[in-house]
């Protein structure tokens, strides 16, 4: 059994671990804080950490219903995903990139709160955001015996959300702080970049549902 600091280190951990992985969500993140600043990122990765606390929640206070939902349901998941992600690829690429907010100056977050629900929907929508959590909040749990209580189940999703809040705050402050440096030409090229990683991952998405599906038929 762990003790409180130990279980807050282990959920940091965690949350680290599933927030770095380069990703949609990271790519989507940094086109963000590049072309509206550190709230502009941070936005958007306020929505993953939300997701995040809803799959660690789901683990670690073993609600079944709502995981076997979400087994039963999972190729729909992950088409409905792969949808958002192409729409999104396909918007960056369409879309004439501009720096909302000048390098030098800060919008509020306030400005940005759209985006929230759209990152949030991506995380638990993304297959392998869901399968990571479980596991590693399984592997957690066989580990030390199990959450004994609700507070320790608590403590494990509040420190999960912690650990990916720092991530999020870590790249916006980075790629705010360098994107001043950023010509109109370069601006673009990231917009295309990410519009087409973002569309690949989608396409990716689908099709292997795709597959899954016309091979159990």
Do not use: C
Request: net charge neutral.
């Amino acid at each position: 059994m762990l003790s409180g600091i130990q279980l807050v280190l282990a959920g940091l951990g965690i949350g680290l671990l599933m927030a770095a992985p380069i990703g949609p969500v990271n790519v989507l993140v940094i086109q963000r804080a590049v072309a509206k600043g550190f709230w502009g990122g941070l936005a958007a990765g306020i929505g993953a950490v939300l997701g995040d606390g809803v799959l660690a929640a789901v683990g670690a206070f073993s609600v079944a219903a709502i995981s076997d939902v979400m087994l039963a349901h999972g190729d729909t998941i992950q088409v409905v995903g792969g949808a958002l992600l192409v729409a999104f690829g396909l918007a960056l690429l369409l879309r004439k990139p501009v720096m909302t907010t000048p390098p030098h100056e800060r919008s509020h977050l306030l400005e940005h709160m759209g985006i929230i629900p759209q990152t949030f929907i991506l995380t638990v929508t993304n297959p392998g955001a869901v399968l990571g959590m479980a596991a590693m909040i399984g592997g957690l749990g066989s580990l030390i015996g199990g959450l004994n209580t609700n507070l320790e189940a608590l403590i494990l999703v509040v420190s999960v959300m912690g650990g990916s809040l720092l991530w999020w705050l870590g790249l916006s402050e980075l790629i705010a702080t360098v994107r001043h440096k950023l010509t109109d030409g370069r601006l673009k090229l990231i917009n295309r970049i990410a519009g087409i990683v973002l569309f690949g991952f989608g396409i990716g998405l689908i099709v292997e549902s795709a597959l899954r599906y016309f091979s159990q038929g």
